[in-house]
């Protein structure tokens, strides 16, 4: 989903557009979870997860884009690595416009009509990480993120081989809106629109080239200075086969736009 971040201006209020691929160039607030020793990518995280979230095992997977057999790897998703998270909790669902309206007492959403099921849309980095601190979670990081959409698998996309018009609200299956979350099947790890319906905001600042530098224990990118954050997920607006888990884009950290929202996450101590 990438687009330049000044450019999401011109796009807040559609209501039917297709998602083009080009490019655009601080705290933790406990951000990264402990690794578990001995845990493997394919064990099942411990119990301990509140309601509506699902437990992410510790361990490691490859994050980005391998260039062989994958398509086409933009530049801010290679090179591939294999890195290791911590154990993580992380919302089954979007947060939807009835649950920010809540702890938030606001309802900034610009599809007003489509109901307290749908996920919120139209809230900044700042406000997506005030209501994740208010509800006692976080933003999830990037690779806690990639994690959670890969659920298990190296695919491109979270759906695997399943027909994507199962999983996910796209471009070509959306008719220009969001939709109540949940609807379409969920991933290996039980989480629904990890592609499509609305982006998301990630926890990290957005760097092109953050992918050559990051470590690979439970990598965070908080930069001093940090204008963009990361985006993941794609959403209504993108067609459907840049949906990939491994796209991510930089936008303002203030900025609203009528298809990012965001899910929220918690470290999972074992």
Known sequence: MKRHAALVLLVVFVTAAGCQKDKDGKRRDNARGK??????????????????????????????????????????EKPAKAVTVGAFCIDIKEVTQKQYKSAMKAAPWFFKQCGDDCPVEQVSWNEANEYCRKTGKRLPTEAEWER???????????????PVAEHAWFNESAGGTIHPVGQKKPNAYGLYDMAGNVAE???????AVWYARMPADNPVNEAASCPLHTVRGGSWMIRKDNAAVSDRSGFNTDIKT???????????KQ
């Open 35 to 76: 690794t578990a020793a001995g845990k493997s990518a394919g064990e099942t995280a411990a119990s301990g997860c509140p309601a509506g979230m699902a437990a992410i095992p510790a361990g490691e997977f490859m994050m980005g884009c391998p260039e062989a057999g994958m398509g086409t790897c933009y530049d801010d």
């Open 148 to 162: 959670a959409a890969r659920a298990g698998s190296d695919a491109r996309f979270p759906w695997r081989e399943s």
């Open 201 to 207: 905001w990630a926890h990290d600042c957005y760097d």
């Open 258 to 268: 009528n298809f990012i929202g965001f899910r929220c996450a918690i470290s999972l």
